[in-house]
């Protein structure tokens, strides 16, 4: 009996012929073909997919591939692609038109579900974007202390503003960009530098120099998955009280996601103030920082610290915000997440070790992420460790038998409502076949 072939395997993979002529297209068209730097699969290898179409946790290509989507447009598809009642609540707000340029009855409501939910919060403001918000958060911060510095950790991303490009995660890690080009140097020289689950660092600094504020992503997706010690979460609370620093957790990626009242309803710290997005526009546009009303009466028009946005609170994200809540606080949501998150990376995981790979990650709500070397990663320089070509080889064969993932070892990976038991194991399964091949 003649063997078939090794090529006939390759026939069920998927290709990419339509995505690779548009992506060619964009590159003329777009500073490197795509509007943020982690899409272009740089640190991966390969071309970009150019999406057409998602519903639920799945997307297709313009090829017709459908993919089991483990990115949910970076984490603000928590309720799943497209969802029925959620585009049902778009359609109604829709006709009543895209755009006020002034107050509406929808900001009102999804204030509140924030300030009910997130137990820093006792006032907001919404912006268009988590990198708007956490720019509004960091003049806040400087206008209350009356003090300039602010410390930050290796690896945590907090948008594309000046002050925050020093040693950052997400685009910047990925690309391997320490710092940025067209960053003045008087624009970072009062941003410190500290090393994440290292409580020492901090303090070092902190004695140094009076510190606005200790800003922190509560668990880090932008270096990957890495989670925090419950101890340096805490220690962290306690050091800035002392030094007189406020404490920020930038929540844009973990808010609504790891918990309904985010990381810190999860870990139980209480941080002065808190920056949100993705989750709370329901895929739309959106930002938002709260805290303190103490703090936040500094805020124009109530005090004399700036900041405005032309689309602020539009009607649309609003209520797409609204609809995402509530669909998450209804019974089981976190439950499903947590246990779909877990199988998930704990089949990873075994996968990986019964092929022989070294490999460590793991979970917080439905946010996971893992990373090819021994571990544990703690910070950043742990996570640079990690093999950066078996990750790039992983993704590319991951996609080819339809499993989209962040394509960077330096993101983190989201599930949804959507993410059915059957998904699960479907990718699971996909994991162990590609783990045996690397």
Request: proline residues 5%; charged residues 20%.
């Amino acid at each position: 009996m003649r063997h078939a072939p090794r090529m006939s395997m390759a026939r069920n993979l998927y290709t990419f012929e339509k995505s690779s002529a548009m992506f060619k297209e964009a590159k003329t068209l777009m500073p490197g073909g795509v509007n943020s730097p982690v899409r272009a699969f740089t640190s991966v290898g390969g071309e970009p997919i150019i999406f057409d179409k998602v519903k639920g946790c799945y997307a297709w290509d313009i090829d017709g591939n459908k993919y089991i989507d483990y990115i949910g447009s970076w984490g603000p598809a928590i309720a799943g692609h497209a969802h029925d009642e959620v585009l049902d609540s778009l359609r109604e707000t829709l006709v009543k038109g895209t755009s006020f340029g002034a107050p509406g009855p929808l900001e009102n409501i999804l204030a509140k579900k924030v300030i009910e939910a997130v137990p820093s919060v006792e006032m907001v403001r919404f912006t268009s974007s988590g990198t708007e918000a956490c720019m509004g958060m960091l003049r806040l911060v400087r206008a209350f202390t009356k003090r300039d510095a602010v410390i930050k950790f290796d690896g945590c991303y907090h948008g594309h503003a000046d002050s925050f490009l020093v040693q950052a995660g997400s685009g910047v890690a990925t690309l391997g960009l320490p710092d940025s080009p067209g960053v003045p140097r008087e624009a970072t020289k009062t941003t410190l530098v500290a090393t994440y689950n290292d409580l020492a660092s901090v303090e070092a600094l902190l004695r140094s120099q009076d510190c606005a504020a200790v800003i922190l992503e509560p668990v880090v997706g932008n270096s990957g998955f890495i989670a925090p010690t419950k101890e340096f979460l805490e220690g962290l609370r306690a050091l800035t009280t002392k030094y007189g620093a406020l404490l920020v957790f930038d929540e844009v990626m973990t808010g609504f996601r790891v918990a309904y009242g985010g990381a810190q309803e999860y870990f139980g710290v209480t941080p002065d103030l808190t920056t949100l997005g993705k989750v709370i526009g329901g895929g739309l546009p959106v930002g938002a920082y709260g805290g303190r009303k103490e703090i936040m009466e500094m805020v124009a028009p109530s005090g004399p610290m700036y900041q405005a946005g032309t689309l602020s609170g539009n009607p649309l994200a609003m209520a797409a915000g609204i609809k995402t809540l509530e669909i998450l606080q209804r019974p089981g949501s976190y439950e499903h997440l947590n246990k779909v998150t877990a199988r998930l990376t704990e089949g990873i995981l075994a996968a990986g070790r019964e092929a022989g790979h070294a490999v460590c990650g793991g979970h917080v709500g439905g946010m996971f992420g893992f990373f090819f070397c021994e571990g544990p990663v703690n910070n950043f320089a742990d996570a640079a460790k990690s093999d950066a070509k078996k990750f790039a080889k992983w993704h590319r064969m991951m996609l080819e038998r339809g499993v989209y993932l962040a394509p960077s070892r330096y993101e983190a990976g989201f599930t949804s409502l959507a993410h059915a038991d059957e998904d699960i194991e479907k990718t699971i399964a996909i994991a162990r076949e590609v783990m045996k091949l690397l």
